[in-house]
């Protein structure tokens, strides 16, 4: 496996410094997180996304955000500044696969479903913890939907907005918060051995 580095300029005045693991030359399958607004893609829920994609046989791009790679918050105005740079960032690399899933958390839903709307490619959706403005994106692309009962942003009235003709399921952890935690840390562990067995089973 070979990790690169590939440097993106940012509207924040920065780099982002978006991670492309290859695991072999002529691999066809992609996998590309997409991070929450306050949710890096190294918290458990996404680090285990990507190793999961990993041992699944798809390569990796580990996204971060103009505004995350600054350390400064993001105004909620410049979230279309966070969509072109994270379409930057894909197009980079994405022509090279014919096989792409994009695994997104949170805000990043809706930078997911924006950046497909601008590609021509399929590509399925694993979305984690959507918030209500990324119902249209999940009605729209085929995908699986993950949430728990104790989501402060997403309940079960938004989720019976989900077409289930188009969406392949919605998940309902019991007790999970927004970050799909509880606050009983072996209640979460054992969350997350199941969020593992999802992503495994989704990538087959």
């Given amino acids: 496996m070979k990790l690169e580095i590939l440097t993106v300029p940012s509207f924040w005045k920065t780099e982002m410094k978006q991670k492309y693991y290859k695991l072999y030359e002529g691999n066809s399958k992609l996998v590309v997180l997409f991070p929450g607004k306050n949710y890096p893609c190294d918290k458990p829920s996404l ?12 390569d990796l791009m580990v996204l971060e955000y103009g505004y995350q790679a600054a350390r400064t918050n993001l105004d909620v105005n ?18 090279k696969y014919n096989q792409v899933v994009f695994i997104s958390k949170s805000l990043g839903t809706i930078v997911a479903g924006e950046v497909h709307g601008k590609l021509e490619i399929p590509i399925k959706h694993l979305f984690l913890t959507p918030i209500k403005d990324t119902i249209h994106y999940i009605n729209k692309f085929n995908g699986l939907v993950v949430y728990g009962t ?8 938004l989720a019976d907005q989900i077409n289930l003709d188009k969406v392949r399921e919605v998940i309902e952890f019991p ?9 009983n840390v072996e209640e979460s562990m054992k969350i997350l051995s199941k969020l593992v067995r999802i992503y495994l089973d989704f990538l087959k």
Wanted: aromatic share 6%.
């Fill in 150 to 157: 104790k989501d402060e942003v997403f309940n079960r009235e």
């Fill in 78 to 95: 410049d979230l279309q500044r966070v969509i072109d740079e994270s379409r930057e960032s894909v197009q980079r690399i994405i022509g």
């Fill in 47 to 58: 680090h285990f996304a990507g190793t999961s994609a990993l041992q699944s046989g798809f």
């Fill in 175 to 183: 007790n999970a918060n927004h970050s799909l935690e509880t606050n």
